[in-house]
């Protein structure tokens, strides 16, 4: 686990990942944190990214993606006080988050959850899963670095970078 921003969570030797469809979650004895989030629709996708996307992703679970990072992330105050169309002018025409992206389809897969619409006490904003092969490590960590020296990186205020195998 490392921390790239903001405050760190408390470490662990192994997560749960439980799908609870929207119920709350309690917290169990010897738990450290609770991390949730929704899948929601895409906020900043154009219907022709949307589509290219849709045409290169591949889904989680596959059997060769044993290596999963974990990467919840919380944008400042000023990135919220943009209009929309101002954060999709950032996230893309300036920091190309999805071209950079789609550079490293198909092999990387992940699926982005939103932790701000469920509360403005959640700690993070967003929750981002990764999976893929210990092959597509180097390739990995080329797209976090890609993503990070962006503009797009000056909004983000707090990050964890959590990286696993998965059991």
């Not at 990942?17 to 309690?26: K, P």
């Not at 629709?41 to 591949?58: G, H, M, P």
């Not at 789609?102 to 993070?124: K, Q, T, V």
Request: glycine content about 6%; charged content about 30%; proline content about 4%.
């Amino acid at each position: 686990m490392n921390t790239l921003a903001g405050e760190p969570l408390a470490g662990v030797d192994a997560i749960d990942i439980i799908d609870l469809q929207g119920s709350d979650a309690d917290r169990a004895p010897g738990q450290r944190w609770v991390l949730r989030g929704i899948t929601s629709n895409e906020r900043y996708v154009t219907r022709d990214e949307k589509n290219r996307l849709a045409e290169q992703q591949q889904g989680l679970g596959r059997p060769f993606a044993t290596c999963a990072a974990l990467i919840p992330l919380r944008k400042s105050a000023s990135w919220w006080a943009l209009t929309q169309d101002e954060r999709r002018q950032i996230f893309e025409e300036h920091s190309r988050h999805i071209a950079i992206g789609m550079n490293y389809l198909p092999a990387i897969a992940r699926r982005l959850h939103h932790c701000r619409d469920l509360g403005s006490d959640e700690p993070f904003d967003f929750i981002t899963w990764f999976e893929f092969a210990e092959a597509d490590t180097a390739a990995f960590d080329d797209l976090l670095k890609a993503l990070r020296a962006s503009p797009e990186w000056r909004f983000v205020d707090r990050e964890v970078d959590i990286r696993l195998r998965l059991a």
